[in-house]
């Protein structure tokens, strides 16, 4: 059985995350590689999901930093209650 763990961010887990590239057509997802979005992954409640061997395989974010500015304009998030996932 695969178990999975929630981790805080540190500078090496957002190097990591930072650093991953996808696949077109998920490229649009690649994140730049700058002291805002080191900052942003820092300093905001994002967390890491570290698999059993201690392997980096995802990382989410709750709250404000969750919110996607499209969907909140068009009023499709505006819960309260919002989870973003993504893995590498």
Not at 21 to 26: F, I, Q, R, V
Not at 46 to 64: D, M, P, Q, R, S
């Amino acid at each position: 059985m695969n178990q999975l763990f929630i981790r805080d961010m540190d500078e090496a887990i957002v190097t990591e995350i930072l650093n991953w590239k996808y696949e077109a057509p998920y490229d649009f997802y690649d994140i730049e590689f700058t002291s805002d979005a080191l900052n942003e992954l820092l300093e905001n409640p994002y967390y890491a999901v570290i698999n059993h061997t201690g392997e980096l395989v995802g990382f989410f974010c709750i709250g404000k930093s969750a919110q996607v500015p499209i969907g909140i304009q068009y009023r499709c998030l505006s819960g309260k209650n919002l989870l973003i996932l993504e893995s590498g």
